[in-house]
């Protein structure tokens, strides 16, 4: 089976060792994602507006892969901050409402920056 490396061409893809996303076969995994371009951070400690940002960023990676939200079968959450879960929920809702995939939402100690307060990471498979 062949391997797609989907890159977003950050620093930190090298430094770290990983991609944005990985497609073997019909499967594709999206690194946990963060609502940061380059170094600067997207809507700082909003969890509404980061996880928008961040799933549209997901889409971006899916669509490289040659897949779309509609392909995703599971999203897993971290927030730094479980009271926000309905701020996080109603913008996965916005974009997942009709998809549905199975979804994790966990609060987690703290991310790479205090400004960032939402990680997402998905699983998509392609028919």
């Known amino acids: 089976m062949s391997r797609q490396n989907i890159s977003s061409g950050t620093k930190w893809e090298n430094i770290v060792g990983y991609s944005r996303a990985v497609r073997v076969g019909n499967i594709i995994e999206v690194a946990g994602t963060t609502a940061t371009e380059g170094e600067r951070i997207i809507s700082p400690g909003n969890a509404y507006e980061q996880t928008k940002y961040i799933i549209q960023k997901i889409e971006t990676a899916l669509n490289e892969a040659d897949a779309t939200l509609n392909d995703v079968v599971r999203t897993r959450i971290f927030v730094t901050d479980i009271s926000k879960w309905e701020e996080v929920g109603?913008?996965?809702?916005?974009?997942?409402?009709?998809?549905?995939?199975?979804?994790?939402?966990?609060?987690?100690?703290?991310?790479?920056?205090?400004?960032?307060?939402?990680?997402?990471?998905?699983?998509?498979?392609?028919?």
């Open 90 to 127: 109603k913008a996965h809702g916005e974009f997942f409402r009709e998809i549905k995939p199975a979804a994790t939402l966990v609060e987690v100690t703290a991310l790479i920056d205090p400004d960032l307060v939402v990680e997402i990471e998905v699983t998509a498979i392609t028919q």
